[in-house]
């Protein structure tokens, strides 16, 4: 349990504060941009921001997830941290699982605290926001989960980066499908389906991310 | 298999599509050192590798028993780069449960509060000794300890291993500079040629455990 926390201490310090380039502010920040950055291309017209506007969140959030993936897995790695906690008996499954873990909390909840004035921006009403906050809630877990397991098969690699990015994409269709999905009408399903599709990723990310991190070792 | 030492019993070892190493026994007893040479690209960082648990042994090896923990150094100090170094140690050694590393005796006691990422080569490795030591391992698999350091810091590391084996530890080097190292045996990387076959099996293999194809380390130092 000690090691958890002091693992958890370490992984929330490089990712949330921004020990390492940017913290969890830079994803806020693009997120923010982007919510800024439509109205401006699609015009004043406040009935179509209204109707599109929780989709485009919604890609915000996925494209904002994919920021902060190459400096998951591969510093450690490279440094010969994975290599010290294998000789101690820590397996790669518990890194991986503390990592997903401190990486949600990096950009999660900022992620949903940015939806708000997002919201805002595109002129979302109330019931639609609630949604919005819900699914994000229900989608971001997986989100991280899906950035940690991407960004662990892609460490080492060549363009790794840019890589892991374009992995995560078509990965993350289902979260997106159901967690903007459920914006229209009748949408409750369509929370617990994101939140179906979060917890498959958070029980396979573990075993997958370990095992992969173990054969990169060669 | 004899008690606090090391056994390894018929590695093999290939990395790629290139076998390095066949048929390779050791036994080391506790206090024994072994020291590694042979031109690079002879398998010397994957036998210690294999030998820590990071490698998996090529089929069809043997099993390796270590009696007790070990520690691995290589040229990467598992330090973050951008922490400051007293911080950085501090979280291997909450990790390790281990009392701090006093940096005086290696040196590094007017860098406690400078970023890692700042520090020199010879730096970063004596940083590597003090995380090394604070993790308390029974036994040492030292990768080029001395890359880096000045006299100095040879002479410092040539105390840590004479102080290793004394309380019972097991230490191997690979190292291309010379170590004082007393009454360690040389093992040649050389002397063990993957089979000619390229399968990985026959060189050697009815040699057993006994005797390996060169007398190794046996009950040397105190333990």
Redesign the interface.
Known sequence: M??FL??LR?DCA?LLLG??RGGALLPVLFFLAVAMLYPFAVGPDAPLLAKTGGGVIWVAALLAAILPLDRLIE?DL????F??W???G?SEELVVTVRVLAHWLSFGPPLMLAALPASALVGIDGEQLRLIELGLLAGTPGLAALGVLVAAITAGLRGGAALSGLLVIPLAVPLLVFGAGSLSAGGEAGLALTGAVSLALLAITPFAAGSAIRSG?? | MQAGGLTATELFCRRGDRFLFGALSLRAAPGAALHLVGPNGTGKTSLLRLLAGLLRPTPPSGAIVWQGTCGYLDGRPALDEHLPLGEALAFWTKLDHAAAVPLERLGLARLNDIPVRFLSTGQRKRAGLARLIGQGADHWLLDEPLNGLDSDGAGLVESLIAKKRAAGGVVLVASHQPLALPGAQILDLRDFPPSPSGKGRGWGLDAGMDPPPQPLATGKGLG
Do not use: F, V
């Open positions: 000690s090691t002091t693992l370490r490089q020990g390492r510093p490279e440094l010969g941290l290599d010290q294998a000789l101690r820590i070792r060669g």
